[in-house]
């Protein structure tokens, strides 16, 4: 007797072994569900030819090809992945729309004996979930912003709160993006940033680990990070939350930011580079006294003008733009971990 495998529309509610995307890689990279494993039963030059053979020959051929190599791949899968699993194994299996590929994989891990479900939807089932939980779970906690010009340690700051067991959300983090032009990757390949889709399943991992009854500190971010989107529930809780500037002096942001990014002084042809993008915006003769400054090592002449002419202003349009409720400004010195400690005392006893 054929055993049918078990059926959920709701596996975020249940517990399993393993969570197994049988999609292509190129749709598991896009974005898939936490935690799963991608274990394509077709991958993508055989979804192409599938689909070619498809529309350009007839189904019935198409279908032969895509089972033949369908029932390979799930044969290499048992010989590898699956070779060791005990019998009470118990994965969670699915594919794009819940239908023959994950169907496929299920009905023979079934045979086998193991309790096999099948995400009904597939993947669109989880994006349906994960679109309707950021419309409504971002309203569920109070946020509090960190502000302060570029350089004033924002980002240290909210590590080490997060050291002392307080939520942050670390939008940047998420996103893979520092959020500035001088702050990205330099050496080896940088890695990408996630796709919408990607940012939005991590997004919410991240806000489903909070409990709604402590606040949740950010960044002073843009909606935009990079490439990638707040989704507009996210945003409009952020922008109407109580914000906290940190106020330090350039010549302590300056040394900071020397610190922080010694690759603006081990790279000057890279650094010239990612100047030149900003040519547009202030023209040759500015540009060209930065490289004057790169020339002749003043490093810290370069990011003091780079700060006071590019950086510093836009933060302030930004910052007046997105952030209404300025609550206080807390200056410090500098950023030693005395400053800091004395800092985070302050912000954790904000009411």
Excluded at 182 to 195: D, R, Y
Excluded at 269 to 297: P, Q, T
Aim: proline residues 5%; aromatic residues 10%.
């Amino acid at each position: 007797m054929l055993r049918s495998p078990n059926y959920t529309q709701q596996p975020w509610a249940e517990t399993y072994s393993e969570i197994i995307d049988v999609r292509s890689e190129s749709e598991f990279a896009e974005d898939h569900m936490p935690d799963a494993i991608n274990l394509p039963v077709l991958d993508d030059a055989e979804r192409a030819k599938v689909g070619t053979l498809f529309k350009q020959v007839c189904p019935f051929d198409a279908r032969k090809v895509g089972a033949s190599l369908v029932a390979q791949n799930i044969a290499r899968h048992l010989d590898t992945h699956l070779a060791a699993k005990d019998k009470d194994y118990h994965p969670l299996v699915y594919c794009w729309r819940g239908g023959q590929r994950s169907n496929s994989m299920a009905l023979v891990l079934k045979q086998i004996g193991w309790s096999v479900t099948v995400l009904e939807g597939g993947y669109k089932t989880y994006r349906a979930y994960v679109r309707d939980q950021l419309e409504h779970l971002p309203e569920q906690f109070t946020y509090r912003v960190l502000g302060g010009l570029t350089g004033s340690g924002k980002t240290h700051i909210l590590r080490q709160l997060t050291k002392r067991n307080i939520q942050v959300l670390d939008l940047e983090g998420l996103a893979n993006h520092r959020g500035s032009l001088l702050g990205q990757e330099w050496e080896g390949k940088p890695s990408p940033q996630p796709s919408q889709k990607g940012f939005e399943s991590i997004l919410l991992q991240a806000l489903q680990g909070f409990e709604t009854s402590k606040p949740v500190w950010v960044e002073a971010e843009s909606n935009k990070i990079g490439q990638v989107y707040l989704p507009s529930s996210l945003w409009q809780q952020i922008k109407q939350a109580k914000c906290v500037e940190v106020e330090l002096p350039q010549a302590a942001r300056v040394e900071w930011l020397l610190q922080e990014y010694p690759h603006l002084i081990t790279h000057p042809d890279l650094l010239k580079r990612k100047l030149e993008r900003l040519k547009s915006r202030y023209g040759w003769e500015k540009l060209n006294e930065w490289y004057r400054f790169i020339g002749a090592g003043e490093w810290h002449n370069l990011v003091e003008d780079l700060l006071s002419h590019h950086y510093d202003p836009a933060y302030t349009r930004s910052i007046t733009h997105c952030y209404a409720h300025i609550e206080q400004k807390l200056q410090l010195t500098d950023l030693s971990d005395v400053s800091v400690d004395g800092l985070l005392d302050t912000l954790v006893s904000l009411p």
